[in-house]
């Protein structure tokens, strides 16, 4: 059975944090996403990475970064937490080629206060 | 104006009835076309899966792209209380090893 684990279901934190959300998958899976998805704007790309320390900025990059050092796993990093960054975080991975299934983690609630 | 445009709804049916999501875009380039499905609380699940025009049918779902009109749709047929959830679009131009653009996403409730 296919799965992709993030590290935490809720989380809260004070602003000016440093925060990370982990992610791994257990599909030997090449591309990993994180999304952020906030109501009435749906899923939104924060970075992907192709390959083992690849990474590729999506559309909203600004106040994140990631970091992938082993290919099961993907790390989001809030360098300073901000209210505007309370979300929720998807976690997805993908097989190389082309538009192949993306599968999701359980996401994580994050409450920056 | 955003690449994926999905009306957020929410769409409240009574049992039975057939449903209808559609979505929008504006990317030429977008040849991948899927229908997740997200339960509360849980993390999108693919449902459907489309490759350029046409239909595809599972069961009682049936996804309908029109790249003419760069146009997408998810019918249901028979909703059930269990089908209650939101659905998300997404859309890929298949050379990005996966990128997807998501729409807004629209929340369903079927009523018993």
């Known amino acids: 059975d296919v799965k992709v684990t993030q590290s935490s279901r809720y989380l809260v934190k004070r602003t000016g944090e440093k925060v990370f959300l982990e992610c791994v998958q257990d599909?030997?899976?090449?591309?990993m996403f994180w999304y952020r998805q906030d109501p009435g704007l749906g899923l939104r790309l924060i970075y992907f990475s192709y390959d083992v320390k690849m990474k590729e900025k999506g559309d909203i990059p600004e106040g994140y970064s990631v970091s992938r050092e082993k290919k099961e796993r993907f790390s989001l990093i809030l360098e300073s937490a901000s209210t505007n960054q309370t979300s929720m975080y998807l976690c997805?991975?993908?097989?190389?080629?082309?538009?192949?299934?993306?599968?999701f983690g359980q996401g994580t609630r994050l409450t920056v206060v | 104006q955003k690449e994926v445009e999905q009306d957020p709804g929410p769409l409240s049916v009574p049992e039975g009835a057939i449903v209808s999501l559609n979505c929008t875009y504006s990317n030429s380039a977008f040849q991948y076309f899927m229908w997740y499905r997200q339960y509360s609380r849980k993390g999108p699940e693919l449902l459907m899966y489309?490759?350029?025009?046409g239909n595809k049918e599972d069961g009682r779902f049936t996804a309908q792209v029109d790249k003419s009109s760069k146009y997408i749709s998810l019918f249901i047929r028979d909703s059930q209380p269990s089908d209650s959830a939101t659905y998300l679009c997404?859309?890929?131009?298949?050379?990005?090893?996966?990128?997807?653009?998501f729409g807004q996403g629209t929340e369903l409730s079927v009523k018993p």
């Open positions: 489309t490759y350029s025009s």
């Open positions: 997404a859309m890929s131009a298949g050379n990005q090893g996966g990128k997807l653009i």
């Open positions: 997805a991975s993908s097989l190389t080629g082309v538009s192949t299934e993306a599968f």
């Open positions: 599909m030997d899976h090449e591309n």
